[in-house]
């Protein structure tokens, strides 16, 4: 595998390392703010000083996490020197980040429903532009005659649903390595692609 493109892990202030750890545990509905306080070291009323709620703790994780992932796709695909080197970037980006980040990628994707309205319309937003990530490789790919689907978009969702399901096994210390995911599932990425040998 190349260099990776989180060299760096996604980093959060305590208050929401301390949510993420607890709505990873409990669920957004299962967690109080008692008990994200508690484990921030902080007071309620501390935590309400620098958060006005337990969504806005849980947006600020969407808001952070989603932005890290942004910037290293636009990196994956700006560095690709062919049509089928960015698609392989791309889907190496999206393992790392599901893999690496397991528990973010977990609980910004499944308390999608517990955001309030509007930042949840962004945040669906978002990902509808990692999706086009994808399907614009996968569009190119089919002009070049590198892909034989015709279906980029059904693709594209399928590949990004593949990547994500890396966050709810993948475990460090396993019986897979981060790069060993990366080389097994970008063939099965490619093959969901119709990769025309």
Sequence with gaps: MTESHFPEAIVFDACCTAALSCFEQNGFHGTSIRQIASAAGLSVPGLYHHYPSKAALLEKLCEVSMSELHAALTNARDGAT????????????????????????F????????????????????????????????????????????????????????????????????????????ETYTGICRDTARFVR
């Excluded at 062919?82 to 690496?100: G, K, Y």
């Excluded at 308390?111 to 309205?117: F, H, M």
């Excluded at 005659?145 to 210390?173: D, K, M, S």
């Design 107 to 182: 609980v910004t994707y499944s308390e999608i429903r517990s955001l309030q309205p509007g930042p949840r319309e962004a945040h669906i937003e978002s990902r509808r532009r990692v999706e086009q990530y994808v399907i614009d490789a996968v569009t190119d790919g089919i002009a070049e005659g590198i892909f034989a689907t015709n279906e980029p978009r059904h693709v594209a969702r399928a590949i990004t649903h593949i990547c994500l399901g890396v966050a709810q096994w993948y475990r460090p210390g396993g019986v897979n390595s981060v790069a060993e995911i990366v």
């Design 82 to 105: 062919s049509t089928l080197d960015r698609f392989d970037r791309l889907v190496a980006c999206l393992l790392e980040f599901h893999a690496e980040f397991g528990a973010v990628a």
